[in-house]
């Protein structure tokens, strides 16, 4: 019945094209017979080669620089450019690809190949050193815009030191400097980002063509924020460009707009959008008006011949239409009662004319709303390249199925499974198209998906080697599917390198092992796991590892055997065992071998072992687990149980304890130190305790033998001390007699060789009445009699008196003498005045003797400040002989002089400074010197001093610095 029916309609439609055709053969006449000449674009050889092998043009515009390229809301392009470049690719007949990226980005595009053609660009003589430009498309004037409120910037020169914005890589920077303008750029991607600085204040002025400028401001209602300043600075020439060298698409796309312009496409579309009305055709009615005319009488005679025909058929087609639409109504409850959603739409506009009821309950619509509805509106994946791919499978099968999502009416998505089949209907091209929910599918893909995905991570992320392999016929034998990052780390290779070379051949090189390691899979595959089997491979660099190898059979679904295998590499932790082994031997071997006693006690104070010397030393003590007990072991016994002990109260709290016993044995009494130490556990318990046993007889005895010859010696040191204090006593006397007998006969009249033995015999009992003085303070000192006396005194007096006493003797060798006490020393010190003038003097005395010519010079400084005591430095240094640096470290011990020769220049005992050192370090200080030979010495004293009440802020009240000239 339905193809009676169509057969019918399309009687009827071939009659009205005849009845159409015969008007318009009446009404055309010969004299538009040469009209639609051949306008085509005629392209070389080598430029249809070059389409040929290339294929595709490809534009890129800017993302953003409206009216002439932007992106719509749907992320298609458009604009003049656009328009302007689409249009000649569909003349030129060529596949082409349009993208978007930045200006900067788009021009970096095309110089490196990956485009062929910059749809928008200004001509300038530095950039035609890169591009080829083609002839002028546009006239673009480039202004300054600055924000409504800025009064300021009206003119070029305005613009010196100001902020501009202007968009990365455009001709504006290159303007400015030319003409000698200092500016703070502010680079933007686009002029919308540059115009949007200047409004925000980020910057102060723009520079941009003027319709891009125009169209953000007027599109984002901005218009009142913004203004344009001055005239135009420069007229730019907006042109295609493409990459220097590239000469064939220059060429093309020369035709291309050559053909473009001569068919006013370039003026129509500048036109267009820029918003001026296209010119109507001149003359069209007139021209055309006696053909209309008597067309229409023509027609109007064929209308009547149609309408004859047509009551001929209207009853026939009634009949047949009934039979159809019951038919139709027959499909149409099939349809509606079917568990998927229906959908059948226009191609290629994709507008649904038609769908079932499941359609509507799945999508939350009613039928009146999904028809008013195209299939971008309910299909969230929808992407033109998608539906072209659909496209060209329909052309191979019949029909194609995909997955999707379906947009409902409160937004959320319906996953969906399609089936599309296109068939054509009444001249035009419908598809047919069944969406199954597969919501429910797709949560139980998702739960699958996501454990696989865990069990994935896990396996990846394992500290251990995870593998699967099942053995096949052929070479390599084993073949792994499962290999986590671990095992390729382990054997240094990837599971694609290990299935091309083979798991024996690879990591066994040594035949013997690689056939028992084949031989071993062959038993795992009979149904044997092992267990941490150690096997030594080589690893892709050549080192060799030792690995732990842990299996179990697996039988997947298809009853194939699978082996999990576990894998760690142990090569480090068998080195640690075998060091742990050798460290285990050697501190045996210490153990048993070392010269002293070693026991080894529990932490519940129970012998756990014995070296062999404790074995020989206590014979009676065995490894018996008895309980340890010093009192039992090395003293009397002691009615004192182990909890009240104090040794083991002590071991227990984990102190070192110590303790030399004296042990009755065969030998008679030994004395042995004994040291127990704790051993502690990671959680700081107590593990056990160590015992070192050392025989100290032999060093006991030696230390009472030493002690005694100290003490012998000590009692000998005082009886000489006290016997050269008595000696020097019983010396003085007469030598005093002596001295004053010389000075009586020096008043009693003598011959000049008697009064030279006289002199003679006065200085040498001068000398010995020194020495004698000399060695009754060394042994005052040794025999522990000197005491130092603590009296107030004046340090710049004390200095004086002991300068004065040297004083005849400095003059007489023309020495001058330099006195540099600090202002900041208290006036009055506490301490033993007397021995300081000792001291003093005695290192003047040497300065005076061993200096022939220079300078002396006496310093003191203060060093530290208490409240009650004050350090300070009093330094002798002088110019004269010096002493060796080999005499040095002894010039403070007893009768030591550098020259210790019978002929030597200078006399002395050499006790002085011997002396000087003990005094200066019973007073508490100290002593030291530095000396170069025939340079001079300098002798330092450090000797701390009490200081009197009231007396810490005095200054001494003689002058700072004080210089002996000569006479």
Same mark, same amino acid.
């Given at each position: ?13 071939? @009659? ?7 008007? #318009? ?28 092998? /290339? ?31 689409? %249009? ?126 125009? /169209? %953000? ?104 239409? #009934? ?184 990591? %066994? ?11 071993? #899979? ?110 039992? @072991? ?37 004395? %042995? ?55 020097? /006593? ?238």
């Amino acid at each position: 019945m339905r193809q009676c029916c169509n057969r019918v309609i399309q009687l009827k439609k071939t @009659l009205h094209v005849i009845v159409i055709v015969v008007g #318009m053969l009446l009404v055309i006449t010969p004299t538009q017979a040469n009209a639609g000449s051949d306008n085509g674009i005629k392209l070389t050889f080598e430029e249809r080669q070059y389409l040929q092998s /290339h294929g595709t043009l490809i534009f890129v515009s800017q993302t953003n620089y409206p009216p002439f390229e932007f992106l719509q809301k749907d992320n298609s392009m458009d604009g003049i450019c656009i328009e302007l470049a689409r %249009y000649m690719v569909t003349e030129l007949g060529v596949k082409s690809v349009f993208t978007n990226m930045s200006f900067q980005q788009a021009q970096e595009a095309v110089l490196s190949g990956k485009a062929d053609v910059l749809t928008s660009f200004f001509y300038s003589e530095k950039r035609s050193e890169q591009f080829t430009f083609t002839e002028p498309l546009f006239d673009v004037p480039a202004s300054i815009f600055v924000r409504s409120d800025r009064p300021d910037i009206a003119r070029l020169e305005d613009l010196k030191g100001k902020r501009i914005a202007i968009q990365r890589g455009d001709y504006a920077k290159d303007f400015l400097e030319s003409k000698g303008i200092s500016f703070q750029l502010v680079q933007t991607d686009n002029f919308a980002q540059a115009t949007e600085a200047v409004i925000s204040g980020l910057a102060d002025a723009l520079i941009g063509d003027e319709q891009v400028v125009l /169209h %953000y401001l007027y599109s984002n209602n901005q218009s009142d924020m913004a203004k344009k300043v001055g005239e135009p600075l420069y007229i730019g020439k907006n042109c295609m460009a493409i990459r220097k060298g590239n000469d064939i698409v220059y060429s093309l796309i020369t035709k291309a707009l050559q053909h473009a312009r001569k068919a006013n496409v370039i003026e129509n579309t500048q036109r267009k959008w820029f918003g001026k009305e296209l010119p109507a055709p001149e003359g069209w009615l007139s021209r055309w008006k006696p053909y209309l005319i008597f067309g229409g009488i023509s027609f109007f005679a064929l209308i009547v011949l149609i309408v004859a025909i047509n009551w001929k058929l209207r009853r026939l087609v009634t009949e047949k239409t #009934m039979a159809v639409e019951l038919k139709e109504e027959y499909y149409r409850k099939l349809i509606d009662n079917a568990a998927d959603a229906i959908f059948v739409h226009n191609v290629p506009e994709g507008q649904i004319i038609d769908c079932n009821n499941q359609a509507c309950i799945s999508l939350g619509y009613c039928r009146d709303e999904l028809l008013r509805l195209s299939v971008q509106d309910i299909d969230a994946l929808f992407k033109p390249e998608r539906d072209e791919k659909a496209w060209r499978e329909l052309k191979v099968n019949s029909s194609v199925t995909l997955e999707g999502l379906h947009k409902r009416k409160d937004g959320s998505l319906l996953p969906v499974e399609v089936k599309i089949s296109i068939t054509s209907h009444a001249g035009r091209l419908l598809v047919y198209a069944a969406a199954r929910d597969v919501s429910e599918r797709k949560k139980m893909e998702m739960v699958i998906f996501e454990e696989r995905h865990f069990l994935s991570s896990v396996i990846e992320r394992a500290t251990e080697g995870i593998c699967v392999c099942q053995a096949v016929p052929d070479f390599p034998f084993i073949h792994f599917t499962v290999w986590n990052p671990c095992m390729t780390e382990i054997t240094g290779y990837s599971m694609e390198e290990i299935n091309r070379l083979g798991w024996y051949q690879s990591l %066994y090189p040594d035949e013997n092992t690689r056939n028992r390691a084949i031989k071993r #899979m062959e038993e795992m595959r009979a149904g044997l796991d092992i267990m941490h089997e150690q096997w030594v491979i080589t690893r892709n660099d050549g080192d060799k590892r030792t690995i732990s190898i842990s299996t179990s059979i697996i039988v997947s679904n298809d009853k194939n055997i699978h082996v999990l295998g576990i894998i760690n590499d142990v090569t480090e932790e068998m080195e640690s065992l075998r060091v742990l082994k050798s460290r285990e031997a050697l501190y045996a071997g210490i153990f048993n071998h070392i010269g002293i006693g070693l026991s080894v006690i529990g932490a519940d104070l129970k012998q756990l072992s014995m070296n062999p010397v404790m074995n020989k030393w206590f014979p009676n003590r065995k490894d018996t687990g008895q309980h340890t007990c010093y009192w039992s @072991l090395h003293n009397p016994p002691r009615d004192v149980s182990c909890e009240e002990c104090p040794i083991a109260k002590s071991l227990l709290q984990g102190t070192v304890y110590e303790t030399i016993t004296h042990t009755p044995t065969e030998d008679g009494i030994r004395n %042995y130190k004994i040291v127990t130490t704790p051993v502690f556990n990671t959680d700081g318990s107590i593990a056990a305790f160590v015992e070192l046993f050392e025989d100290i007889t032999e060093r006991v005895t030696f230390e009472n033998c030493l002690q005694q010859a100290k003490t012998a010696a000590e009692t000998a040191n005082r009886a000489k001390s006290e016997f050269l204090a008595n000696m020097s /006593h019983e010396i003085r006397t007469p030598m005093n007699g002596v001295l004053g007998m010389t000075q009586l006969l020096e008043m009693t009249p003598l011959t000049a060789e008697q009064r030279e033995y006289v002199e003679s015999l006065k200085m040498s009992g001068k000398s010995m009445l020194a020495l004698i003085s000399d060695i009754l303070d060394l042994s005052r000192v040794e025999a522990g009699k000197f005491r130092v006396e603590l009296v107030p005194f004046n340090l710049r007096n004390c200095i004086d008196d002991i300068v004065l006493i040297q004083k005849s003797l400095i003059q007489a060798k023309e020495l001058q003498l330099v006195i540099d006490v600090a202002s900041d020393i208290p006036a009055i010190l506490v301490g033993d005045q007397q021995r300081v003038k000792q001291i003093l003097l005695n290192l003047l005395g040497n300065a005076t003797k061993f200096t022939e010519h220079g300078s002396i010079t006496i310093s003191a400084l203060k060093l530290e400040q208490e409240e009650r005591s004050v350090f300070v430095q009093l330094a002798i240094r002088d110019t004269g002989i010096g002493i060796s640096a080999a005499a040095l470290p002894t010039i403070f011990s007893p009768f030591v002089q550098e020259d210790g020769s019978t002929t030597r220049k200078y006399g002395g005992s050499g006790l002085g400074l011997s002396i000087c050192q003990r005094m200066v370090e019973l007073m508490g200080g100290s002593i030291s010197v530095e000396s170069r030979q025939g340079v001079g010495s300098c002798f330092t004293l450090t000797i701390p001093f009490s200081l009197e009440v009231n007396d810490e802020h005095q200054s001494a009240n003689a002058l700072t610095t004080t210089v002996l000239p000569k006479e």
